[in-house]
């Protein structure tokens, strides 16, 4: 039976398996070579392995990889959304950026979400399962061989909470990072997160140098738990604390995510509660359009409204940016599209 899946193990794992079954450890080079650098899925296909060493690799491991069954372009800018199906049948969405200077991907890293953020397509259908970091990493190199281009920039931001799938995600980031493999510069990759405060201390721990970016959206605790009921396990003065830890052991400056809802997270008293979260840390905050979900009917909110908000913090000293909406043609708010597509496909 293929059980081990090669694509998801460090070097170290792999140098042990082909020391179990008498090989030579330079056979891990090779191997990771091959799935990292090349990004093939077939072990039939290693032809610096012997018939013998291959047909030995297919009684007990495998290569698994993920199928892109959709792909949509927007019209207005260069984002492409891909519906991805899973090898059991379980469907997420990653979607891609281009930039003059960069490609992005955003990938996803759950199959769905149970953090049941009031304003998130992902947690609709519920949480099925964590994915893999042989799942995250199939995600990149099954895009970048359908561009024909290098990702540059990778945003742990799709359909998931990060720290909710903890182990895999940093088995993923530490994979992608590896100089032998893809070799993504740490400092390209972002992870956000809703807040999840031991999630954030433990991440400090690691001495990754990833970004961080909390998903904000409402500095006042009572409001804020309303939109995220995560809140009320992780108290936004937690949450601070854990923040302080991380610039602490890791140096590195952290943004806010914060979507303007008219009327509900925009008043002066709202970019002053933005401000305490801000004191003392290095933190910049990002001014987010909401994407409409057919789920979630708010007062539209057009670029004055966020303007108006970004006056209001920068009156107060506050450094802000209104990120720009890419893909609003192909629905890029995560998760949208798996709905619907599992609805169509059911
Ligand atoms: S915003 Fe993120 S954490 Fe919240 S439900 Fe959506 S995917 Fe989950």
Redesign the pocket.
Known sequence: MNTLDLKGMYKEELENLFLSIDENKFRTKQVFKFIHNEKQNDINNITVFSKNLRSKLNEFTTIRNIDIVEVLSSKIDKTKKFIIRLYDNNIIEAVYMESKTNNTICISTQVG?????D?????KSGFKRNLSASEMLSEVYEVEKHMGKRIDNIVL?????PFDNFDNVIRFIKLINDPDGHNTGIRNITL???GIVDGIRKLADTGLQVNLAI?LHNAIQSERENI?P?AKANKLTDLKSALEYYQEKLNRRISYEYVILKDENDSYDHARAVKSMCAGLDAHVNLIPLNKIEEYNKKPVDDKDIERFKEKLDDLGINSTIRRKQGVDIEAA??QLRNKYELFTR
């Open positions: 979400c149970r953090m049941s953020c304003f998130c397509a992902s947690t931001m799709g359909i998931g909470e956000s997160t809703c998903s995220m995560i995560c998760g």
